[in-house]
């Protein structure tokens, strides 16, 4: 079968990526999917058993710092879009060792841009014109008072290793655009949760502690904030833009749905007591309060109206109900936790909070 377009997905093992994988298989037949991943502690192929016999889907296991594996799957696969999610994506691990970040993030970043800069140009191979839609984070954006929004216009003002990294993936992205005409995209996204995140993210972590009766760490005083989005919200976000989206252009994703993580922690608790066949008030005897991230960002709030007006999206779950699907899945795939927290990451997790 011809296929109208041969999309290279990175990370597409990963959280969000998965996600994606799955909407593009099924909403677009007559796509061909090309999922890249290296797959870290962070990457699963289990995250996609349900689509990965389709017969649009391919997987290449390879690392985007691999120009000469990029360059392959460029040519093997005639390449004609990009979407690139794979990243080191956790906060405490960039503050812990920075430099895998700045190799992934960064490095990698350039080149995959590289590569789809020298392929494109000399094959002109999508009648819709190349994309390259790069994912990112609000947390370029810096840190937010009690109040505004982070806007598209908001200065870049990164405070993290890991949003550092991100931010600088994104200038170089549009550097790609200026300098040599790449027709990119840019999308910057709030917080996201929802099944197959990696429990290491606040609230799989507190999930996988309420069922094993373990402390739930929260940093700090609890009362930072952040605004979350249902990923299955944001990977139709990034169909919308990668499609209709403006060419060298950025959009905002956002739920416009803030929490203090106290809140959101003891709200967890109250729905999975219900959930648990447990007494009211025990899962929340679990809270701990431990030191603080370093250079911990107050607050995360996205204002998504370009988004809205521009490309009529916007969220199609409410947060309750988003929460609720996602503490079941959660109950309902135990296997999947213990096999992604087992070995390598048990470890990290137990050195990681013992000074906590
Ligand atoms: P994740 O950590 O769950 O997945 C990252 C994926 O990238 C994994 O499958 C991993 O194996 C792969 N990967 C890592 N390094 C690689 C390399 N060198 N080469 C190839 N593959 C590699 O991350 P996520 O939470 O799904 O985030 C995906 C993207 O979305 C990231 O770019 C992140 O910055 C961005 N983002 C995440 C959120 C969020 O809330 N999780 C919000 C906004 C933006
Ligand atoms: O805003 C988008 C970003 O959201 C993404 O770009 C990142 O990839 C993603 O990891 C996420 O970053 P955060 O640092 O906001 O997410 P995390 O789940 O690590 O933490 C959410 C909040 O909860 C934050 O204020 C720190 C706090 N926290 C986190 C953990 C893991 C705790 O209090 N205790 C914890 O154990």
Not at 11 to 38: E, Q, T
Not at 260 to 265: Q, R
């Amino acid at each position: 079968m011809a296929y109208t377009k041969n999309i290279l997905i990175t990370g597409g093992a990963g959280f969000i990526g998965s996600h994606l994988v799955r909407l593009m298989l099924n909403k677009y037949p007559d796509y061909r999917i090309i999922n890249l991943d290296k797959l870290t502690y962070a990457g699963n192929l289990k995250n996609l058993t349900d689509v990965e016999s389709a017969p649009n889907y391919a997987f290449v296991k390879a690392d985007i710092c691999d120009r000469n594996a990029i360059n392959d799957v460029f040519e093997k696969y005639e390449i004609t879009d990009v979407i690139h999610l794979a990243a080191e994506s956790h906060v405490d691990r960039s503050i812990e060792g920075p430099m895998e970040f700045v190799m992934t993030n960064v490095v990698g970043t350039v080149n995959l841009l590289q590569a789809a800069k020298d392929f494109w140009k000399l094959n002109i191979v999508s009648s819709g014109g190349n994309v390259f839609h790069h994912v990112s984070t609000d947390e370029v954006y810096g840190s937010l008072g009690a109040e505004g929004l982070f806007e598209e216009v908001t200065p870049y003002d990164p405070r993290s290793p890991y949003s550092s990294s991100k931010a600088s993936s994104d200038h170089f992205v549009r550097a790609f655009h200026h300098t040599y005409g790449l027709p990119i995209k840019i999308s910057n996204c709030s917080n996201n949760y929802g099944s197959h995140q990696f429990p290491e993210k606040l609230i799989p972590l507190m999930i996988n502690n309420i069922v094993h009766k373990k402390p739930l760490p929260i940093y700090g005083k609890g009362d930072n904030i952040r605004d979350w989005l249902w990923v299955v919200d944001h990977a139709s976000a990034i169909d919308r833009i990668f499609h209709d989206g403006r060419l060298g252009e950025a959009y905002n994703v956002g739920g416009l749905n803030e929490w203090t993580n106290i809140d959101l922690v003891k709200y967890l608790c109250k729905i999975m007591d219900q959930k648990l066949g447990r007494a009211e008030g025990e899962s929340a005897e679990l809270i701990t309060y431990v030191t603080d991230r370093a250079g911990h960002d107050m607050r995360y709030a996205i204002d998504a109206t370009k988004l809205e007006t521009e490309l009529n999206w916007r969220p199609s779950l409410q947060f309750e109900e988003g929460l609720d699907k996602t503490v079941d899945w959660y109950l309902e795939n135990a296997e999947w936790i213990d096999e992604v927290t087992s070995g390598a990451y048990r470890d990290y997790y137990e050195n990681m909070y013992q000074d906590r």
